[in-house]
């Protein structure tokens, strides 16, 4: 089976720069007197083709904030590369509250944010949209060196 190579808008080879995206954990807390649910996820993100380490990156949010990360995404896409056009985000539902918090819901919407982050990894030149970068806690001067 040939390895297929992901490429730019240039034709350039994309080196995959973020792997194992997962949500680790989902947590409901009460904030301003509505309970809400938070994801964590992690991965590992290697900034640049030449870096020889790997960041170990983690990250907690709330489905509204995946939102509003993939309209100023948007945004940054249209200004800088119009051509590309970004996976849809998964649908923000309007269910009960006792539907939002059961186990298959949540289990659901995680799964659809880890295709998610991981699609939008995918996405050619990605790896330099900073509004991404600072979303996933994966900035060029991250400390959390993982391996050399």
């Known amino acids: 089976m040939a390895n297929k190579q992901l490429r730019d808008t240039k034709g350039e080879a994309e080196y995959e720069w ?5 949500v680790a954990g989902v947590a409901a807390s009460r ?5 809400v649910t938070f994801y964590t996820m ?3 993100a290697r900034l640049n083709q ?3 380490e790997a960041r170990l990156i983690r990250f907690t949010k709330r489905f509204s904030e995946f939102l509003e990360m993939h ?4 945004k940054w896409y249209a200004r800088n590369f119009p051509e590309i056009n970004l996976p849809e985000h998964p649908p923000k539902n309007s269910m009960s509250f006792f539907s939002k918090h059961s186990s298959t819901f949540l289990n659901e919407r995680k799964t659809k ?3 998610y982050i991981q699609s939008m990894a995918k996405v050619p030149h990605m790896s330099r ?3 991404f970068l600072e979303f996933i806690n994966a ?3 991250d400390a959390n060196v993982l391996v050399k």
């Open 71 to 74: 309209y100023n995404v948007s």
């Open 113 to 115: 944010l880890e295709s």
């Open 42 to 44: 992690q991965g590992v």
């Open 18 to 22: 973020l792997k194992g995206v997962a």
């Open 50 to 52: 030449l870096a020889k």
């Open 31 to 35: 904030v301003n007197l509505r309970v």
């Open 139 to 141: 900035t060029h001067d």
């Open 129 to 131: 949209c900073t509004v």
